[in-house]
T-cell receptor, first 110, second 114 residues
Framework: GQQLNQSPQSMFIQEGEDVSMNCTSS?????WLWYKQEPGEGPVLLIA?????ELTSNGRLTAQFGITRKDSFLNISASIPSDVGIYFC??????????FGGGTRLMVKP | DAGVIQSPRHEVTEMGQEVTLRCKPI?????LFWYRQTMMRGLELLIY????????DSGMPEDRFSAKMPNASFSTLKIQPSEPRDSAVYFC????????????FGQGTRLTVV
């Protein structure tokens, strides 16, 4: 089946540092999504991307839909302690199920 | 809007018992999804409904699992009999319009079967 390979699996960074994570697939997708999950909570949608090459920002978060439609990345600038959580990429094509990556666990040291 | 509401938040039960998880989707949403999350397998889609009708239940692991959506504002996921390997966090999510774009998740039910 379709799989999303998300990396890195975990990151331990210093507050103030920038963060970059990405998601790749051997399949083409028409929609890429990025979610954040905090402990004890469900995933919350951060950014949705609908067009190849699209670059979208949400505050300190920036995500891009790869031009090949097989990848996406998420950047977080100037990290803060509340950025801690698990970040998931997800992707789908119309009429198909949403596929999730394995997640990137982010830890921020104050 | 209160978002997707799931209950209970935590459930501990003995092996062999019946477990029922509940979900109230966001009002007006026409798609409802049940996911299971474990460390080993990540987020797995179990089943989804469109306009209260089950569309794809291929992710339901076994016949011990069943889901219903009697109306637009309520869905249940039942496990009977429960087994220790069913221990996981179960999420309900809902969305409007195109299947699962911008799905909104509930807070989940953490199930522990001992």
């Amino acid at each position: 089946g379709q799989q999303l390979n998300q990396s890195p699996q975990s990151m331990f960074i210093q507050e103030g540092e920038d963060v970059s994570m990405n998601c790749t697939s051997s399949s083409i997708f028409n929609t890429w999504l990025w979610y954040k999950q905090e402990p004890g909570e469900g995933p919350v949608l951060l950014i949705a991307l609908y067009k190849a090459g699209e670059l979208t920002s949400n505050g300190r978060l920036t995500a891009q839909f790869g031009i090949t439609r097989k990848d996406s990345f998420l950047n977080i600038s100037a990290s803060i302690p509340s950025d801690v959580g698990i970040y998931f990429c997800a992707a789908h094509n119309a009429g198909n199920m949403l596929t999730f990556g394995g997640g990137t666990r982010l830890m921020v040291k104050p | 809007d209160a978002g997707v509401i799931q209950s209970p938040r935590h459930e501990v039960t003995e092996m062999g018992q019946e477990v029922t998880l509940r979900c109230k989707p966001i009002s007006g949403h026409d798609y409802l999804f049940w996911y299971r999350q474990t460390m080993m397998r990540g987020l797995e889609l179990l089943i989804y409904f469109n306009n209260n009708v089950p569309i794809d239940d291929s992710g339901m692991p076994e016949d011990r699992f069943s889901a219903k959506m009697p109306n637009a504002s309520f869905s249940t996921l039942k496990i009977q009999p429960s087994e220790p390997r069913d221990s996981a966090v179960y999420f309900c999510a809902s969305s409007y319009g195109t299947m699962n774009t911008e799905a909104f998740f509930g807070q989940g039910t953490r199930l522990t079967v001992v």
